[in-house]
């Protein structure tokens, strides 16, 4: 069995630590891209529509 020499152990090191920090970089990129992000707001209260006869229509999944 070949044992890894201490300058090889130091390199492989090196190159996680920078996979680790350009990960944990790229998961605060997207943090920082999603707090853009803003789902719109709803209507405090549902906007009822009314038919040719002026009777309120019925009221659907989405006006909640």
């Known amino acids: 069995m070949v044992s890894r020499s ?3 152990k130091r390199q492989k090191e090196r190159a ?3 996979k680790q920090a ?3 970089q790229r ?3 997207r943090k920082l891209e999603n707090q853009g992000t ?3 707001a709803k209507p405090e209260n549902p906007v009822i529509t009314y038919d040719e ?3 309120p ?3 659907g999944f989405h006006d909640f």
Do not use: D, I, S
Request: no cysteine; aromatic share 4%; charged share 35%.
């Open 16 to 18: 996680r630590q920078e």
């Open 53 to 55: 006869e002026g009777n």
């Open 22 to 24: 350009e990960k944990a």
């Open 6 to 8: 201490t300058f090889g």
């Open 57 to 59: 229509e019925g009221l």
């Open 27 to 29: 998961k605060a990129q």
């Open 38 to 40: 803003v789902m719109p």
